[in-house]
């Protein structure tokens, strides 16, 4: 499979996660919050409801989870959960109990957590995208997706940022 390299210009999910299939998935959206991006529609977990079955986003941010409940309330698609990921058992745990089968990464550098998941951990999910922050991120995922055994479809940069900030996106 040929990999694509891909030059991410804003946080809108639009131009942010194309190449993430959430299609008839459930979907782990670690690191949901809203940062830079105003339009609603735009919104990972926003964006992404409109493909998946189910979309679980997760945030450290209390004020990002109420916003979201408060916006999604009664829409039975959406879990929110404010959380701090630092550890793998979190998410393994999460996978487990949501039945998640599409897991997206973005927690600003804390994604190193999730070095320590296995090929075990993660073989229900089929597609993967993952936010790196740091050259040593960017290298270690690239070996460790490989490893769960995905394919790595596209590799991300973003523009006007350094090499070692970007996205990777795997599909099994």
Known sequence: ???INY???SEDSTDHWPYFD?????VLDLGCGRWHTPDFEQLSPIYFSKKANLVIGVDCSQDEINFFNDKTKDNPKFTFISECINNSKQ???M???YNITALKCDIEGAEEALLDLTKEDLSVIKEFAIEF???FLKEEF?????E???NIKVVASFANTPDYMGVLFCSK
């Open 133 to 135: 922050h740091s050259d």
């Open 142 to 146: 690239k070996k460790k997706v490989i």
């Open 148 to 150: 769960w055994g995905f």
């Open 7 to 9: 030059i991410i210009k």
């Open 91 to 93: 998410v393994i745990d």
């Open 22 to 26: 959430v299609d008839n998935h459930n």
């Open 1 to 3: 499979m040929n990999t």
């Open 95 to 97: 996978i487990s109990k």
